[in-house]
């Protein structure tokens, strides 16, 4: 009966709030306060607003001068290393001559949250014109912050993607209502992530702000990757976020409900604080690097490739107004047209292994061939990954990958040795195991105090929150974390995509993606060494069928397993059909199906590393009684 009564309870709250949506009046309010006491003031007067000058932006705008349009001519640069990514970020910002537009899909209040938002704010203060849209589900989750971010610069415009309730924050009880109420539109969010600036050089990819995605995090970290592209596919970028922009799901702050009621209670804010980073020397340091020529030159410069056809595509914002129409799933049904067309190799990096239907006819049609391509994905264990209740339908599901599909998977280890120890610094947290927390607290953008736990920020899902639930499960092994986060693809060395599709139903048909697709087999070698670099036994666990210790005894276990699998409930059956496996010293690596594989690799159970605990029984029970959540992960 008390089910019912908070289930009834929770559904009439949502419809109040859905409801209650500002008037023209109090929009017209707030609007006219903030035009009356916004900060004028302007650190710049001449013509270039005081740009920092850039090789890389110079790059870029010397492509656009040399591209025809049957003859384009591209600057692009993949960005593996953290520290690499965040400094090419800080130098462009610096750099701007007249505009920069950030897309992005979390946006935390930490350090590397705060130094991009400062930097922003510097840039709009200087008399560029800087255009924000965030996901608001995961981003700026203080109002007081967003009210304050109203009146930093006349020059600075900030709006929020598809609002619960028309508010910048979301409290759990409002979120339940969100989901119970609105499912569709709430669960639909905008998962692009862009850096734009001046119209010709742009940066895309898996990366939002916040510390994990940068190697600042001190417990667990993200192996992400970007790209960034100059030249005339800029435009496309443009296009594109004007039409995100554009959208009427797109709220600017003033017109949030929380957001307003506090411009219209408090006329005249306190001005725009100073950062508080919780390690300044960190900060200074990629400062100092987007000033330093020598350094830009080794890590940016030098590794940029200057070629031809390159194209950035984006699902277009009516995916998550009219999923069904086709034309709107522009990179998606891109993306999976290349993947069909595959000739002789796929190399695919994902940290979800979780196939939308669509994906998995084409791979099945792949598989078919004679002879097939050869199919290697790079992917999350459960060791490594955050998303435990994801990794648990992949898991349900590996046999039809390794025999329909003809997966080669290959699972990365939580301290895998290709994850670089940037920006070490002598004041990070000593390391502690999960039962004895150093808590630390932070001054945030907007001046409160919080405390925050090493490793609880919030996760890139629909089902993630600020909160120690979403922690990674325990290991038995100790030492600094990492989890795969990049999302990538090459075909047939000859060409090659870095973007935000996770290659999931949720990236299918909910989320709208983007990405860049470079046709040039010398960036497709890149990429592909990269990810292949993942796939080493020092990094990864290679997937394969399980060997049966007694033979008949085997076999039954393998068909009551089979028929396990297929249920969509009660799939209890704990002996699956493939496990993870180690390769033996003094043995080369080797493919499952070679002779010598049993010799050479040790099964070492199906989550290796994993310590006995509530998050393992939730993966398992997930695993039985999860199927039908597949799409929404």
């Not at 998962?191 to 010709?200: G, P």
């Not at 990070?428 to 920020?457: C, K, N, Y």
């Not at 060494?529 to 997937?543: G, L, V, Y």
């Not at 060997?547 to 699998?565: C, F, N, Y």
């Amino acid at each position: 009966m008390s089910l019912r009564c908070s289930l009834v309870f929770t559904l009439l709250l949502a419809a109040l709030l859905q409801g209650c949506t500002l008037t023209s009046a109090q929009i017209k309010r707030a609007d006219a306060i903030v035009t009356a006491t916004v900060d004028r003031q302007i650190t710049c007067s001449s013509d270039d607003h005081c740009a920092t000058p850039s090789s890389l932006l110079d790059a870029a705008k010397q492509a656009i001068a040399r591209s025809t349009s049957s003859q384009p001519e591209h600057v692009v640069t993949l960005l593996d290393d953290s520290e690499a990514a965040l400094v090419a970020r800080i130098n462009l910002i610096r750099a701007a001559h007249q505009s920069i537009d950030v897309q992005m899909y979390i946006w935390d209040e930490d350090d590397i949250g705060q130094l991009v938002l400062n930097e922003l704010i510097a840039a709009a203060r200087r008399g560029v014109k800087v255009r924000i849209l965030a996901d608001q589900l995961f981003s700026f989750e203080d109002p007081n912050l967003l009210e304050r971010l109203t009146r930093v610069s006349p020059n600075l415009h900030v709006r929020l993607y598809n609002p619960t309730f028309h508010n910048s924050h979301t409290p759990p009880l409002e979120f339940a209502a969100g989901v119970l109420c609105c499912f569709m539109k709430f669960n639909q969010r905008m998962h692009n992530k862009l850096l734009l600036v001046d119209n010709s050089i742009g940066i895309t990819g898996g990366r939002n702000y916040q510390d994990r995605y940068f190697n600042w995090d001190n417990d667990f970290n993200y192996v992400d990757r970007d790209i960034m592209v100059g030249g005339p596919a800029t435009q496309q970028m443009a296009t594109s976020f004007n039409q995100f922009w554009k959208l009427k799901r797109s709220v600017p702050l003033a017109h949030l409900r929380d957001v307003n009621r506090l411009i219209i209670r408090d006329p005249h804010p306190p001005p725009w604080p100073a950062p508080h980073y919780a390690y300044p020397a960190r900060v200074e340091d990629a400062v100092n690097e987007a000033q330093d020529m020598d350094w830009l030159t080794q890590h940016l410069i030098a590794p940029s490739l200057v070629t031809g056809k390159v194209a950035y595509f984006s699902d277009r914002p009516a995916k998550t107004e009219q999923p069904d129409k086709r034309d709107a799933q522009q990179f998606t049904a891109h993306l999976m047209h290349l993947i069909g067309a595959a000739q002789h190799e796929v190399v695919l990096q994902t940290p979800y292994l979780v196939m939308s239907r669509r994906a998995q006819k084409i791979f099945q049609k792949l598989h078919k061939e004679t002879p097939p391509p050869r199919i290697t994905v790079s992917t999350n264990s459960l060791a490594s990954t955050d998303a435990f209740a994801v990794y648990a339908v992949s898991y349900k599901h590996r046999k039809s990958y390794l025999t329909q599909y003809g997966f080669d998977i290959y699972e990365m280890k939580p301290h895998a040795q290709l994850a670089a120890y940037a920006y070490v610094q002598a004041n990070v947290i000593d390391e502690t195991d999960d039962d004895d927390e150093e808590a630390m607290t932070t001054t945030t953008l907007s001046g409160t105090r919080q405390t925050r736990f090493p490793g609880t920020e919030r996760r890139a899902g629909l089902f993630g929150s600020n909160s120690r639930r979403n922690r990674p499960v325990p290991l038995i092994s100790a030492g600094r974390r990492f989890g795969l986060h990049a999302k990538s693809l090459v075909v047939d060395d000859s060409f090659a995509m870095v973007g935000s599709h996770n290659f999931d139903p949720r990236s299918d048909h909910y989320n709208t993606e983007a990405g860049v697709i470079v046709y040039d087999p010398r960036f497709a070698d890149q990429l592909r060494t990269s990810i292949m670099q993942a796939t080493k036994p020092q990094n990864a666990w290679i997937i394969a069928p399980r060997k049966p210790t007694i033979p008949v005894l085997g076999q039954i276990s393998q068909v009551i397993g089979d028929i396990s699998a297929k249920l969509p409930f009660f799939d209890i059956w704990p002996f699956r059909y493939a496990t993870s496996y180690e390769l033996k010293p003094n043995c080369p690596p080797m493919q499952p199906n070679n002779p010598d594989f049993s010799r050479c690799y040790e099964a070492v159970g199906d989550f290796p590393d994993v310590a006995i605990s509530p998050k393992l029984l939730y993966t398992r029970l997930i695993t039985a009684f999860g199927a039908g959540v597949k799409g929404v992960l």
